[in-house]
């Protein structure tokens, strides 16, 4: 069975300070990785997914995530926060089998607070 | 482009009742997902719909139900409501079922249960 850990319930960075939000995922097999941002009472918006090819992945806002297969990690990181950026952050992952389809197996979750 | 709809935004339903939640997915996409979120199991898959079949479930009870229509809207139906029912309840839509492609979430509906 895949899973993932995302270590820190809350994340603090003043504004303006690089940010990163850690990631572990366990997964048979070649991992497809995706980052996901949640506002206060509104859905989950796609930030940037891994699939294969280079390590450093570039999505939505700014934002960035380092895939690390040896530490089977996958961490989100910013190199200047904004105040903006305050929200819920959600690590995912999908596994080999073409079965599973769009299931996504999430993290907890990791707020992050970006302090003027 | 619109992005994906959900229907109502919030519920407030009586244990025991039964309840459908709507989904529209983006013009287009084939695929939806369910999720449910609550804060202390955080977000679970509920089940994938693709072409009107369903593709995948999660491990949640026979009280959860889904289906897909022609036009890929899909519904989703929770019978004899319990307590712990309550949660916000995310749809995604993805163009295809496959491991590659971002699926896009709509605002959800929350649904309390007293």
């Known amino acids: 069975a895949q899973s993932v850990a995302q270590p820190e319930d809350q994340v603090n960075v003043a504004e303006g300070n690089p940010l990163t939000v850690k990631c572990t995922y366990s997964?048979?097999?070649?991992?497809?990785l995706f980052w996901y941002v949640q506002y206060p009472n509104r859905g989950l918006q796609f930030l940037l997914k891994?699939?294969?090819?280079?390590?450093l992945v570039k999505g939505s806002y700014g934002f960035e995530a380092e895939f690390n297969k040896s530490q089977t990690s996958f961490h989100l990181k910013k190199p200047s926060a904004l105040v903006s950026d305050s929200a819920l952050y959600f690590c995912?992952?999908?596994?080999?089998?073409?079965?599973?389809?769009?299931?996504?197996?999430f993290g907890g979750g990791t707020r992050l607070m970006v302090k003027p | 482009k619109a992005g994906v709809t959900q229907t109502p935004r919030y519920l407030i339903k009586t244990r025991g009742q039964q309840v459908t939640l709507s989904c529209s997915p983006i013009?287009?996409?084939?695929?939806v997902s369910w999720y449910q979120q609550t804060p202390g199991q955080g977000l679970q898959f509920l089940f994938e719909y693709f072409s009107e079949t369903q593709r995948n479930k999660g491990n949640f009870p026979g009280r959860f139900s889904g289906r897909q229509f022609s036009n890929s809207r899909s519904e989703m139906n929770v019978s004899t409501l319990e307590l712990g029912d309550s949660a916000l309840y995310l749809c995604?839509?993805?163009?295809?079922?496959?491991?590659?492609?971002?699926?896009?979430f709509g605002q959800g509906t929350r649904l309390t249960v007293v």
């Open positions: 997964v048979s097999g070649n991992p497809y």
């Open positions: 013009s287009g996409h084939r695929s």
């Open positions: 995912a992952v999908r596994g080999p089998n073409n079965n599973a389809g769009n299931m996504l197996t």
């Open positions: 891994y699939i294969t090819g280079d390590n």
């Open positions: 995604a839509s993805s163009p295809r079922s496959d491991r590659v492609a971002e699926a896009f």
